[in-house]
């Protein structure tokens, strides 16, 4: 089954504990994107990647760091969360068609930062 | 910074009546433009492209892009109780942005 997962789905934690959250896609999609969702602000991008080594800031980079190391992953790393990142954030992924980017989206991940 | 604007909902309809959604964006060298459906405590689905002015219809639905004007909108066509979700405009250039969503409730 074509889909993306993320790991894990809830995750509660404190301030300054290191954190990852992973994303696959079995699609092999070049196009990779992490997203954070909070209420009455829509989805907001935190990085993107293009392909494999390729990533680059989206609108809301602080605080957040990726890897692309290879095409199917793309963590998103957390080095001292604080509580202004308790989000609901979202991987996605998408076949690199012209200028298309229709996205798909993993289940999501609820993280509370105490 | 690109923005991507929807008509502040909740919007409530009746079952079997037509839900309107409206979306304007800022940037004109946007090229394709997404609808996506929420439900609540799910992760967004694509139900709509557009990437050229005019109509595009899908079973109940239909797209409707205006680049001259920087709108985009959505027409759900006999509102059904499953259509009750958070619908998100996106549009893309370089990178995809999104609206912050308006919420139907379909009344049964």
């Known amino acids: 089954e074509a889909q993306v997962t993320q790991n894990p789905r809830y995750l509660i934690t404190v301030t300054g504990k290191k954190l990852t959250v992973t994303c696959s896609q079995n699609?092999?999609?070049?196009?990779m994107s992490w997203y954070r969702q909070d209420p009455g602000l829509g989805l907001r991008q935190i990085y993107y990647?293009?392909?494999?080594?390729?990533?680059d800031k989206g609108d809301v980079p602080e605080g957040y760091k990726v890897s692309r190391k290879e095409k199917r992953n793309f963590p998103l790393i957390l080095e001292s969360p604080s509580p202004n990142q308790t989000s609901l954030y979202f991987c996605?992924?998408?076949?690199?068609?012209?200028?298309?980017?229709?996205?798909?989206f993993g289940p999501g991940t609820r993280l509370t930062v105490t | 910074q690109k923005e991507v604007e929807q008509n502040s909902g909740p919007l409530s309809v009746p079952e079997g009546a037509i839900a309107s959604l409206n979306c304007t964006y800022s940037?004109?060298?946007?090229?394709?433009f997404f609808w996506y459906r929420q439900y609540s405590g799910k992760s967004p689905e694509l139900i709509m492209s557009?990437?050229?002015?005019g109509d595009k219809e899908d079973g109940r639905f239909t797209a409707q892009l205006n680049k001259a004007s920087q709108y985009v909108s959505l027409l759900i066509r006999d509102s059904q109780p499953s259509d009750s979700a958070t619908y998100l405009c996106?549009?893309?250039?370089?990178?995809?942005?999104f609206g912050a969503g308006t919420t139907v409730t379909v009344r049964a």
């Open positions: 996605a992924s998408s076949p690199d068609r012209g200028n298309s980017y229709e996205q798909y």
């Open positions: 699609m092999n999609h070049e196009y």
């Open positions: 990647s293009m392909n494999v080594e390729v990533t």
């Open positions: 940037d004109r060298v946007s090229q394709s």
């Open positions: 557009i990437y050229s002015n």
């Open positions: 996106a549009v893309h250039d370089y990178k995809l942005s």
